[in-house]
């Protein structure tokens, strides 16, 4: 099931357009991510779906009717740039945002206070948000963005400004809630996160959706039949026994423990046919498909090169 | 509870519970009391020691009749000019009246050891004149001479009243010093009130904007709502205050002013106040002290000033800042709002120059019609409310106020919407005029 649809939206400025019939589903408890280099109408559509700004063309549908006013409180939004009243209390600003969101004073002051606990934060209740760091301000700004339990959350670069060991604490959170049932956009230019959390993927370049799906499923579908075999033994012998069935792409690499030579392999057939071959030929120890990273998709699709 | 009420609290909240908020409260009062003394402070303090003049009179007619005042003291000396001029150097000066002072009134030399001021040369000039007055009147030899001049000395009082507004009625005097008094003061407040507060609240979005809250707050509230609310919220900062130190007011005028003054004064007043237009000869007092003082401790009075003074001020700020809001929205930081503060500053200040001019003629047409005009209206109308106007015009004036402050919030909405997202380059007024068109 969708949480959320996006029909054909296009949004245009002054002299540009930020999205041009651009359209995606979101499955309901997914980890969805948002990718796209910079100024590709990233944030155009987040806002648009946060409702900040409406679209000149298209719809987006919250389950399966169209967005309405009141569904801010069903929403959470961490954006990029963060921001916080600096002169105001911790403790007061998170309830006052609480409130903004739809809760009471009294069930935002118990939740905050649980939240307080889990990050460790007790203690800056009454601290104004001038006295603390840029990463402690980055926590509050989490809670806050969560506080209201939202079925929607949609984290632009949430990690940016964290240390290692607190966006860890940051992702089992996301995950968390994900396990919780909520469903999470994530946008991003970090792929090695995109990697570890995301379920789904829309990539935007220039205003228009260009890759879209199952994290996985791109990345095999991406794939371009490379393997790489792991062995002991005589390359020469190996590379003999080879010949005719596949395309040996590189030199061995002396490694401390094990050789190893990329193929190119044809097709599912031809790899058990390597494999029969190589296993002749050498002590094989692994034998796996290239699968390309996130990153390299990514810059193969913007530089339309996929 | 909806968006906009809980970002009024927090406006109101941040701002009231701020130390300059408490201070400026409560020493704006003391400041504008001092304001007023000061006249009488510094007299008080300039009045300096007592000034002793040596008095040679050859005619021996003035000398005796020489009364000290409070801050001259006159003692006869029967030493010769030139002995006197250098051996009494001590003394402020040496006074010499010549022989024939009568015939001959220039026969009159102070030789000051020191710089002399005219204050105290008129105060010398003039008790010689009244004496000698005295003297050439005794001359004419006339029978009951000082029961005459007792009978005829006279003071006249003149009452105003308002005939346009009451024909018979005779109980309410009309004050211009008070009316003056007050427009000027209530004009002043008005002025300082758009200006400051406005400020505030264009101080405020771009702080909103710079801290990026603004991003996290339009995920739940409209824009239109947030800066609603804060015009709201500021608004009520600056009714609680015009409360405050409405309630100041009052208190010193009906409670504390009648424990300081003569009793005769404030009788007088009272009977003022009742309708009794020759209190002032009764009571012996001037009457235009005893109609401010009857002014400033007539409650109704007060209050009427003060319930107007409420609904400019907040009509007045809520047109005011929706503009400055528009204005904030637009720039990344204070240093760009100089451009777009001048078209909102130059009607304010116009405003002030109206109601130096409104002040003495209050019912001119340029009175009229500049409080009419919305951008002018509060700090003019405001000027002559004290001079009572009629009423259909404070109504007429409101009326407009208001409904130009909801024209206005719209389209200052439709730039705060758009200028809140823009950041980096500073715009033109002809891509704010552009914005207003957006569609969102």
Partial sequence: ?306 | MSNVSIIIQREFNERVRKKSFIISTVLMPVLMLLLMAAPALIMQFSRGEEKLIAVIDESGLVAPQLEDGEELRFETVSLQTDEARRQLTDRFGVLWIGADILANPSAVKLYANGSSSLTIEQAITGRIERILEAEKLKAYNIENLQQILDEVDTHVVMQTFRNDRSQEDESQADSSIVATAAGFILGMILYMFLLMYGAMVMQSVIEEKQNRVLEVMVSSVRPFQLMLGKILGVAAVAVVQVLIWGVLLVVLGAFVMPLMLPEEVLAGAQAMQQGMPDASAVAGVDPDMLQAVAAVTDVGYIAKLFGCLLLFVFGGYLLYSAMFAAVGSAVDNVQDTQQFQLPITLPIILALLVMMTVIKDPSSPLAFWCSMIPFTSPIVMMARVPYGIPWWEVVLSLAILYASFVAMVWLAAKIYRVGIFMYGKKPSFKELAKWVRYKY
């Fill in chain 1, 1 to 306: 099931m969708n949480l959320l649809t996006v029909e054909h939206v296009t949004k245009q400025y002054a002299g540009h357009k930020a999205l041009d019939d651009v359209s995606l589903t979101i499955p309901k408890g997914s980890v969805y991510g948002l990718l796209g280099p910079n100024g590709a109408g990233k944030t155009t559509l987040i806002r648009i779906i946060n409702r900040i700004t409406a679209p000149d063309a298209g719809r987006v549908l919250l389950g399966d009717r169209e967005i309405a006013p009141d569904d801010v409180y069903r929403i959470g939004y961490l954006p990029e740039e963060r921001g916080l009243y600096k002169k105001m209390k911790v403790g007061e600003q998170a309830v006052f945002f609480a409130r903004l969101k739809g809760l009471s004073r009294r069930e935002a002051v118990v939740r905050l206070k649980q939240w307080f606990v889990k990050f460790g934060i007790e203690g800056w209740w009454d601290k104004k948000i001038e006295e603390l760091s840029k990463g402690m301000a980055q926590k509050v700004q989490f809670i806050v963005t969560v506080l209201h339990e939202p079925e929607l959350l949609i984290f632009d670069e949430p990690f940016s400004g964290f240390d290692p060991i607190n966006a860890n604490l940051l992702k089992d959170e996301i995950l968390a809630l994900r396990d919780k049932g909520a469903t999470i956009i994530f946008s991003t230019h970090n792929m090695s996160s995109v990697e570890e959390i995301c379920d789904h993927i829309t990539l935007i370049d220039k205003s228009h959706n260009i890759l879209s799906g199952n994290v996985d499923e791109i990345r095999r579908r991406h794939g371009s039949n490379i393997f790489e075999v792991a062995y002991r033994g005589d390359e020469a012998a190996l590379r003999a026994a080879l010949t005719g069935r596949c395309e040996i792409l590189d030199g061995a690499e002396e490694q401390s423990v094990y050789r190893t030579l990329r193929l190119h392999v044809g097709d599912d057939a031809g790899v058990r046919a390597v494999i029969a071959a190589a296993n002749g030929a050498v002590d094989l120890r692994s034998f796996r498909e290239i699968i390309p990273s996130m990153n390299d998709i990514f810059i193969r699709a913007v530089n339309g090169a996929l």
